[in-house]
């Protein structure tokens, strides 16, 4: 797909108005390009930053359909939009990422299947639709493996490990009848993960890999550069590359990947901007949420390449108490307008430079 | 003065709805601020990023107070807001920075005397009130001199150049009876500015010294930086400092400086963020506008140390035209949202790196 680039002035609707929302939203600021808003919620991280703001429910298609056509272009911030929805606007609009990367990343099973159909390791996998279907799986994969809904989760949501087979039917309790995934485990020794771009042009530019640690299932820390060696740091871009363009994908993605003793595999594929590439905002001159906006606005990339060493670090729930303390280090704050400070729920972060590069 | 820090969610009103305005929303929006804008105009640059818009008349006394009523504290953009207005808002909500700045500023006269008292070199001046006061101050500075309107001048309107004492009668008809100054142009080789913050606990912290170019009264570039001597520099840095703790200034300031070879004149003060002082956002961790925001909001200042060598190209007018080969070239493109591109109007800018720093 090629397309008149968005002239500045144009609108760039973004479906969800969360943070990631708020952050596309002041990088299009910069270009000059407009945004408007579509969240259930009212006054939202994105909306309080947004030229305009559409309240309704995911499934009010009318709603997205007037949505749709006020703006030019519509991106998202998160990917389980219900289908129905994505169809009311596509009617009118063009959606980036297209509808491909959304199938694909909407559905743990599918993610899993055109991962290892493009030849890169992934985690061992079977489909669970049943207790017994996840016996079997279990005899198959062994334990530990973690059950997973097909759909709808993140930050550990819809997850249950299991260490033993006789865990099978608590866990699958645990999933609701939903659809699943069970996993096996993979040894890992780091968890990178890599923010890559394509345009409209099908120009690729990826972030340099970051490191990340999880504590409780959430992000709490990326560093970069990452601590691998360059040949691994290589391919990880080259698989983030691959995916880009097998998906014909046009914004940012982001994919996390294992270091394994037999080489990095995928661990998931998220079709946006995504947590671990926000230490970009500091150590790049343009950052993820402006690439994306660039690509989705049918702009040329920018300039990602690294000037300065970060460690990024979020900043969840009560560490928003942190902030004055945070304020004085003079590192670069960034926070959300999230009103109540809620366990687990992401609230800003810091970027600090640890050291200048290249 | 020293104050409570403003808490992320507090809310920040801005008085001028323009590009400085704008990007300081966007700043204020990643530290958690949310942004009120009054401007007499609806849907400006600034108003398209902030969470509240006020648009009424500068002199709307009621308007002005329910304003700031709604905000935690008040700054501007601009500094010629009516002496009557900042009564009505300072009634209710502190106004960053404060009135003695806005007060030497308004006034070239007013400023010039100030620098001079507090022992920095400028240009040889005397107040102009009527023709015959032009005819002898001429005489006294001798020509080429320069006539400005005493208030209300920016990019060089309300000025007029005199190359000999007959031009008196045409230039002092220009001013249109406006109490006025005439100075002396000094030559220069250079024209520095310094953008200085200063927090509401008295610390000081200046960004590099940029070398600036205007075109037709109009800045047209900003380099850092500056190819001057390291100990002008630094000249240049505590002068601006000087300004700063002798208006017990809270916020950030631009300091014009011609370099002479005498040493350097201070040109002219900008009790704001500054146009010559954009490349930070781009070259410093944290820019001068987060910086602003931070010393009005209470917080302590940023790191505002360079990390890359910059320079800043306004786009003027028809400049915007350009604006798909800049996108193209990938470098940090600022654009203001501004619908109409007149000759002379300020559109965007962009910033380039040329090399790392430090």
């Not at 968005?6 to 609707?13: E, S």
């Not at 080259?238 to 046009?250: H, P």
């Not at 595999?265 to 950052?287: D, F, K, L, M, Y």
Request: aromatic share 6%.
């Amino acid at each position: 797909m090629t397309a008149e680039p968005l002239p500045p002035g144009a609108t760039l609707g973004i479906l969800g108005g969360g943070q990631l929302g708020r952050m596309l939203a002041l990088a299009a600021a910069r270009l000059g390009i407009r945004v408007h808003v579509y969240d259930p919620a009212a006054g939202g991280p994105a909306a309080q930053v947004a030229a305009a703001e559409t309240v309704a429910a995911w499934d009010d298609t009318g709603a997205l359909a007037r949505f749709a056509a006020e703006v030019d272009a519509v991106t998202y911030e998160f990917e389980n939009i219900p289908t129905a929805s994505l169809d009311a606007i596509e009617a009118l609009v063009p959606i980036r990422p297209g509808r491909r990367a959304l199938a694909v990343s909407q559905d743990r099973l599918t993610e899993k299947r055109f991962l290892r159909d493009l030849g890169l390791a992934t985690a061992p996998f079977a489909p669970v639709d049943s207790l017994a279907e996840l016996e079997s799986a279990l005899a198959e994969l062994g334990t530990p493996a973690i059950l997973k809904t097909r759909r709808f989760g993140y930050d550990g949501k819809g997850q249950a490990r299991l260490r033993d087979v006789a865990e099978a039917p608590a866990a699958w309790a645990a999933m609701g009848g939903a659809p699943s995934i069970l996993e096996g485990l993979v040894p890992f020794s780091a968890e990178l993960s890599v923010i890559g771009g394509r345009g409209a042009d099908g120009a690729v530019a990826c972030f340099d890999p970051g490191e990340n640690v999880h504590e409780d299932g959430i992000l709490r820390r990326t560093s970069v550069p990452a601590t691998v060696p360059a040949a691994l740091a290589t391919d990880a871009v080259l698989i983030a590359g691959r995916i880009l363009n097998a998906l014909d994908y046009i914004g940012v993605l982001g994919v996390e990947l294992f270091v394994t003793d037999a080489g990095l595999v995928v661990n998931e594929i998220a079709p946006r901007v995504h947590n671990s590439g926000h230490w970009t905002q500091t150590g790049c001159t343009i950052c993820q949420f402006e690439q994306h906006v660039r690509a989705v606005c049918g702009w040329p990339l920018g300039d990602g390449s690294r000037h300065s060493d970060v460690v990024m670090e979020n900043l969840i729930g009560d560490d928003i108490a942190r902030v004055p303390a945070l304020a004085a280090e003079g590192a670069a704050l960034h926070l959300y307008g999230k009103a109540e400070a809620r366990p687990g729920r992401k609230m800003g972060h810091v970027n600090r430079i640890v050291a200048r590069s290249g």
